[in-house]
């Protein structure tokens, strides 16, 4: 047989399975439309909503797609694949409105494609509160928002927007930061200026210091921003991800020019729903308590008793008294385990005021 015959064979064999694919995606996408009439058939409506989205319902897909894949696909492959899918089948249910953090082309973007994937009306907002004002308005069915950077932190304005909000945390999503310098011309080292977000400058300090040692740093609000300023001056670079610079068409000239390679940004899905346990999860807690000694002790001591993995805690001041502290902690478990019951239970016995803010499936891939 020659190369030309055999190659010939190869095509017909994966025209086949795309043929068999197509099929059983459209299966599938059925399948889905039946989920949406028996929910409307069986679910109370009036006041409360039929919850079309399910997001323990989807980590335990990826989950299990993860746990059967034999290559050569990666996971992170498997579970982007699988993303859009349960993302296309999910729209012939209901389209969801999903705010973030905007100007279009933001990495808080990328982050809702990641989690939603691409078959959702993404709404960019220009501030954090006002994503949580679209939620809570019901103008957008959820909210993405960046609560700490690997590299960099906390964003303390998420956190104390949970103070004032009745909203949940319903899902997480951690995105790799791959930071990029784009300019109109390739000659970058030339450039006088640099625009981007200050957490992005933060992230590059000492590429820039190495590379661009003589160039004034411009902090913007986005680095959608950046690279539309950058586009319009010539003596100027930005800072941004690769989406960023397909908005305006500037070129990328050096990839990846993030100081710390696993740079990662963790972002929360808010929104009214409670989450039933999904095997794998993570509750977030808002925790108040008078400014006394062994006040913080007291607090952990439940967690501790009861073997549960505290993976954050963030104090941020009450804005009621003087010197009073509200502490943000994020337990591993679901508020329904037993253990993480009973600790709820010792804990709101010592704390002023305790608050679950939402258990949710840890992010996956």
């Known amino acids: 047989m020659s190369d030309k015959s055999t190659l010939q064979e190869i095509r017909e064999n994966i025209d086949s399975i795309d043929d068999q694919m197509l099929e059983l995606m459209n ?47 990666h996971n992170e492959q498997i579970t982007r694949i699988y993303r859009e899918i349960i993302s296309s089948c999910l729209s012939l249910e209901e389209k969801l409105n999903i705010a973030f953090l905007g100007p279009v082309g933001t990495f808080s973007q990328t ?116 690279a539309r300023l950058a586009c319009d001056d010539s003596e100027a670079a930005a800072i941004g991800g690769q989406q960023a610079a397909e908005v305006y068409g500037i070129k990328v000239v050096q990839m990846n020019i993030e100081d710390q390679p696993n740079n990662t940004t963790r972002f929360l899905i808010i929104g009214e729903q409670k989450v039933p346990p999904s095997g794998k999860d993570k509750t977030s807690l808002l925790v108040s308590t008078s400014n006394k000694p062994g006040a913080l002790y007291n607090l952990l001591e439940p967690l501790v008793k009861n073997g549960l993995d505290m993976t954050r805690i963030e104090s941020r001041p009450s804005r009621c008294v003087n010197w009073d502290y509200v502490f943000f902690l994020d337990v591993i478990g679901h508020e329904k385990n037993e253990k993480l019951k009973i600790a709820l239970t010792a804990l709101k016995q010592e704390a002023e005021y305790v608050r679950v803010l939402g258990s949710y499936p840890e992010a996956v891939l």
């Open 27 to 73: 299966s599938r996408a059925k399948w889905a439309e039946k989920v949406a009439e028996a929910k409307q058939g069986t679910e109370q409506t009036g006041d409360k909503k039929i919850m079309f989205y399910r997001p323990e319902r989807e980590a335990q897909i990826l989950r299990r797609m993860i746990s059967q894949n034999t290559g050569p696909l």
């Open 111 to 226: 982050a809702v494609h990641k989690h939603f994937g691409h078959s959702v009306i993404a709404r960019p907002c220009e501030t954090i509160d006002l994503i949580f004002r679209e939620v809570e308005a019901g103008s957008a069915h959820y909210g993405v928002v960046p609560i700490e950077n690997s590299t960099e932190g906390v964003i303390t304005h998420t956190l104390d927007s949970f103070v004032d909000s009745s909203l949940r945390i319903c899902g997480e999503v951690d995105l790799r930061i791959h930071q990029n310098l784009m300019c109109q011309q390739e000659n970058w080292h030339d450039v006088k200026r640099v625009y981007s977000h200050q957490q992005s400058l933060a992230q590059c300090r000492r590429w820039l210091d190495s590379h661009l040692p003589k160039a004034e740093r411009i902090p913007v609000n986005s680095n959608t921003e950046a």
